[in-house]
């Protein structure tokens, strides 16, 4: 089973960027999903973004047009470029890889956007 490892967040003020990496244990080329979800204090976790195998990418309604998604796959690596960003995406950020009956999760990592 893969294992992710996120890190990048840390306090940013409204308006500010981050880039959130997720590093993968073993190659995620064959990794048919990988994804950033987050999840605010007293809400449930959410999508944020993912991107396919293929290269397709999904962002959502709250993250369309600020955050980008991408990956390096020979660096095992899932990137989230949040531009512009705002107190309403302070969250513990989570990276996800589903393949097979896999869903894995990373720890997690803080996103706090205040000035």
């Known amino acids: 089973q893969v294992q992710l490892v996120e890190s990048g967040g840390g306090l940013v003020q409204p308006g500010g960027s981050l880039r959130l990496s997720c590093v993968a244990s073993r190659n995620i080329f064959s990794i048919r999903t990988m994804g950033w979800y987050r999840q605010a204090s007293g809400k449930q976790r959410e999508l944020v973004a993912n991107?396919?195998?293929?290269?397709?990418?999904n962002i959502t309604d709250s993250a369309r047009g600020r955050f980008s998604i991408s990956r390096d796959n020979a660096k095992n690596t899932v990137y989230l470029q949040m531009n512009s960003l705002k107190p309403e995406d302070t969250a513990v950020y989570y990276c996800?890889?589903?393949?097979?009956?896999?869903?894995?999760w990373g720890q997690g990592t803080q996103v706090t956007v205040s000035s």
């Open positions: 991107i396919f195998s293929g290269g397709n990418t």
């Open positions: 996800n890889a589903k393949y097979g009956w896999y869903d894995v």
